[in-house]
């Protein structure tokens, strides 16, 4: 055995028990994996990974993505031994109460973790975005001589990921993209947790990630260290298509339970894990133990990253010198701030006077002045760009005649979309968006919720958003999809009600950089409500504002509106007014918005003391009583919508401007 | 010419111009497909498919489901050529209120429609579900010699159906399933919304549907009637694996749109559709022309369906006298009744004095109880049956060892077990349930919508319901779940508090006969709430009972709690009525049931004048304020969960006995 294949075995199963004891501390975890996987991700991060554990956050590092997060012990590990901030102790208190090492990997929480994994299938196709993200700055901004972005994109993922929906839909866009820096390990060990993957899972994965225009490498034998060498130096030569390293392992390997869905998700208990220590020759005591060699060996991993990144660096000074205005472009894309003149213009787009439009016509309007002044807005739509009215114009395609495009085509896929699009957000350098009816936000919601989880700015356009589409019918009239992102936390929700709300709803959308918002757009026309400019649209940013009020003063009825429905709580208040009601009306484009303001503003918004509140929305009542309280009313759905002109459709499910001021009158009459 | 060859090509194109003369007198509307796939489905309805116009209700019928929902004037038109009860009225009156053509095709809107389409890919992954209930009831009753269940199950499917990634869930584990006779048609057109396919499509779906263990046949061409038919002949001779035909068709074949994303959505304009029917050769007047060699030809569908349903009862009844136990019981099953002793013996199960027992757990033992009586009760995990507890033991797996077993493996792939089925409902003869962690129901939505929408008995079993499953951490705790499966109409949400309930959530879900049910249920144990029998958990079929009380009259206060809470509140209540408060403890199982309760009843619960109400969920808060309005309180969780045991987690979160008392003291100091 040579000196390098010695510390080679140590350091595997290193990983291993360091993920075996901790699971058995923790009385809760998934060892299996660790135990089977050690040697692919080792191999990886010893020999190719290109990274700098004293900074996580060098913007051309490559990145590792753990898609079975499960296994979330093997990459603490790996993190522990390479020299990030994560000390043993923290792996001692592996799911515990504010560790750094909870479940499963959690971005933000944990130094060198990339994506919150967990749910199967999302970190496969996070990774996807994040090779996009290198592809596309790599193209913008590399020079003949100065490759200044230019980094690798790996995974591990398993026979769950590979089942998920969500993963082909990635798989098939990145094989359309020729992602050629994208290499992923297959942990395929034949379990899952029902038994044997032949249960549910008999497909020819080769052939089929062949059919999506990848480079399929083995089945290798997952122990064999130059074997994984290998192939991943055959990944790395293959520029032009993804590849994926078929790797044969066996789940918890080692232990008693070796091979059996048994390793995959319960400690080994003290027996088991003792029998598996010494299968391997690992000393049975004390847990967690690291020898010194490893520590050694693997700690290079410091010195190497801080040589790495030097000579980016220094290459980076070079490309600054030679290109000064792309290396400050870079930079500013990198750092995720916007330009210092960057919202300019938007107040100009929609001056009075300008026709009825629907909120996705001005949401492509703002987007569209938006892309001159902010050159990391990039994104697209899931087919549906004509019709969500999110192509950048001039812009170029992505993937298809130029890498620099900044318009993105998804396919059919929404929730590759949602996920390839939070994948850009975590790379860095990219504000990106998706777009697609709010019916199908439905298809997304997984790597929407990772997003809000993860606290990352990625913005999710929505458009056609309430019976008002009309005659496609109830399949693609949004009822219930409002409240249930609103339920969502962290995730911002904006229904904007004119032109001027949807362009402050775009300049909230980017300004908020701890969490994603959803942009809600109407198909039909809508009045602009502010009259002679747009000041009065920045209530927008406090989620809710007075729109009008027929006198001031604490009013005896609120009329509450938001998107499509806030001209009808306008009219309704006109006419109320008129009957002698003091109404306020009031545009809550934004609950979440709303509820982070204080008790102050909102008190003055919605005074505890008025009761006789209505809210109107083309979407299900229900959850609008957190305005209104059980005193008030909602004029809204209580059901599906159907198929005929959106005209009739508010008139037969009685959205109405006179259903609101019936309501109002009623409240009143019973106050 | 010959005749034959005549009459098809008047078929064609009369299905062609119905199409497009229905979407031009809508102004909204698809032509491409249809004039582009007609060719396809007019062979197979004219050649192959056996039903029967005047009884769509015919258990043995094949089953033809339309994918890309879109092209749903192609299947009115099939429909009322061949003699169903849809006037050419209903044609006239495509997309407009009331009529029996909405824009999708929906389910129970239309006689011979077997499922709502329109997001997609769930019509592919619907029909793998109707083609797993005519297998499983083909394995259990057919006999030697009498073949009582043996149908098709064919599809028309798109580009957008093959790129989302339930397609390829379902695909794979129909391959896996050997679903032989498993018919799809591809209409491979090479055109999506945003241009040509390659734009975010180039994968090569030959290789990926042979690498699912598909029988793939072509490509052929879409237009040559007789290729047709020897695929479709190929495919039936085929009995081990699905088949694809992939077809190569023209979107908006004839129009001067024609190949071109042009085609696709939008009416083809009045000189549009002239140009088409001049290059068709069909007359310009009038609209909605049906030669009546078409209507002859194609209605002897009426008379061949008939006999064909007649040549099936004699079957039936002459198995019927050689299987009268098997008869009746296939009778029992495919009406969709339940037995008549179904329920007993449920009361049994949790004697005064079990110990405290995860709801998951009870269910488990209530599903292994019901499956003595109920046999069309069939369902399966997306691999987590083992954390599920779904297992029916004793009753085999679906179609590893026995294709009567009534345990379905899913594998990883949630979306695709909610449209299987969805589509086993649909079906008949089955009463099929799915089961995942709570956390995953966002994986499913979209089918899960669809089964509400066309009111169907499927029944969601969600597992893992809370900051109860602990470890795993947030990405599997779920906390905007609820809420968000709540929001949508006309699913019944049901979190059982302990194991009476949880026997009388089963119960309501399956009496429920017109919607899906999703039964909410916990990891951790919960003590039985009932002292010494089950009678009082009855009143979760109101959805909400009063649990306790410390006198009879109207309460100070009143507590409400759902699932694993429900015994925070109880105890809360217990404590607050030690220290004088008159209170109530209402257990909620249900807001869908409680809300269907006559006024009296709720005004009986939870009484107007009483508003010091303090509900407690571990879920996010937000929709309580439904039942405790502005003046209440709810305890429960404001964000996403952590990583730590799940009591650190509850007392982390502050959900507690003593929050819950807090509350109270509170409200009512402030009342």
């Keep these: 055995m040579t000196d390098e294949t010695h510390w080679d075995q140590l350091s595997i199963n290193a990983l291993r028990f360091l993920a075996a004891d901790a699971v058995q501390k923790a009385k809760s975890g998934h060892p299996g994996t660790p135990m089977g996987a050690a040697p692919l991700v080792y191999t990886l991060w010893d020999r190719f990974l290109k990274h700098n554990p004293h900074n996580p956050a060098w913007p051309d590092r490559d990145r590792f993505v753990l898609s079975p997060g499960h296994a979330s012990m093997l990459l603490y590990g790996l993190l522990h031994l390479t020299g990030y901030d994560l000390p043993l102790e923290e792996l001692k208190n592996f799911r ?15 130094p060198g973790v990339e994506v919150t994994t967990g749910p199967l299938g999302q970190g496969f196709a996070h990774a996807v975005g994040m090779a996009v993200a290198e592809r596309w700055l790599a193209e913008h901004y590399n020079r003949p001589g100065h490759q200044i972005i230019d980094h690798y994109t790996y995974a591990l993922v398993s026979d769950g990921d590979l089942q998920e929906g969500v993963t082909s839909e990635a798989a098939s866009l990145a094989g359309t993209l020729k992602l050629g820096k994208l290499i992923f390990l297959y942990d395929d060990n034949d379990i899952q947790i029902e038994g044997d993957t032949d249960l549910a899972f008999s497909e020819n994965v080769a052939r089929r990630f062949d059919a999506y225009g990848w480079q399929v490498i083995g089945p290798i034998d997952g122990q064999d260290i130059p074997a994984i060498e290998n192939a991943i130096r055959q990944a790395q030569a293959e520029d032009a298509r993804p590849s994926l390293i078929i790797c044969q392992t066996v789940i918890g390997f080692g232990s008693p339970q070796q091979g059996t869905a048994k390793a995959h998700g319960e400690p080994l208990g003290e027996a088991g894990l003792q029998a598996a ?26 010195s190497r990253g801080r040589d790495a990144e030097a000579d980016w660096q220094a290459r980076m000074d070079a490309y600054a010198a030679a290109f000064p205005a792309e290396a400050a472009e870079l930079s500013l894309q990198l750092s995720g701030d916007l330009p210092a003149d960057w919202g300019a213009g938007l107040v100009d787009l929609f001056p009075a006077g300008t ?13 569209n002045a938006l892309i001159g002044r902010v050159h990391a807005l990039t994104g697209g739509s899931a087919d549906l760009a004509p019709s969500t009215k999110t192509h950048l114009s001039g812009y170029g395609d992505f993937g298809w005649d130029e890498y620099c495009g900044h318009n993105m085509h998804f396919g059919v896929r929404e929730h590759a979309m949602g996920a ?14 998706s777009a697609t009816f709010l019916q199908f936000a ?21 458009t056609h958003d309430s019976i008002g589409l009309g005659e496609d019918g109830p399949t693609h009239q949004p009822v219930e999809h409002l409240l249930s992102l609103r339920a969502i936390p962290n995730l911002t929700v904006i229904r904007p009600a004119d032109a001027h709300e949807t362009a402050e709803a775009w300049r909230a959308a980017l300004l908020n950089r701890s969490g994603p918002t959803a ?38 009825a609120i009329l509450i509106g938001s998107g499509s429905e806030t001209q009808l709580a306008l009219e309704a208040g006109h006419e109320l ?17 709303f509820d982070h303001q204080p008790e102050s503003y909102r008190e003055s918004i919605l005074p505890s003391a008025v009761r ?7 979407s299900i009542c229900l959850g609008w009583e957190h305005y209104v309280g059980l005193d008030g009313a909602v004029v809204g759905m209580n059901g599906f919508g159907a198929s005929a002109p959106a005209g009739e459709l508010y008139r037969y499910f009685g959205i109405t401007t006179e259903a609101i001021m019936a309501s109002a009158h009623k409240l009143l009459a019973t106050a």
């Design 96 to 110: 515990q109460w504010a560790s750094k090492t909870p479940g499963h990997p959690e971005y933000g929480e944990t």
């Design 277 to 302: 220590k010494e299968a391997l020759g690992w000393p049975l005591q004390p847990a967690f133990h690291v020898p010194s060699e490893v520590k050694k060996h693997m700690g290079q991993a410091v």
């Design 355 to 367: 026709s009825p439009m629907a909120s996705r016509a001005s949401s492509g309007q703002v987007l």
């Design 420 to 433: 390839i699009v939070n994948g850009m957000a975590l790379h860095g350098g990219l504000i990106p968006y």
């Design 442 to 462: 439905d298809y997304m919601r997984p790597p929407m919720r990772l997003a809000a989880l993860m606290g990352i700015r990625a913005v999710y356009v929505f």
């Design 519 to 556: 942009l809600i757009l109407s198909r039909q026309n809508l009045p602009l409500l502010h009259d002679d400019n747009s000041a009065g649209a920045r209530g927008l940013h406090k989620g809710a504002y007075i729109l009008w009020e027929s006198q001031p003063g604490q009013p005896d």
């Design 577 to 593: 007014a008129a009957a002698g009601v003091r109404v306020r009306v009031v545009s809550m484009p934004s609950w979440e918005l």
């Design 612 to 618: 006789a509140r209505v809210a109107v929305e083309a």
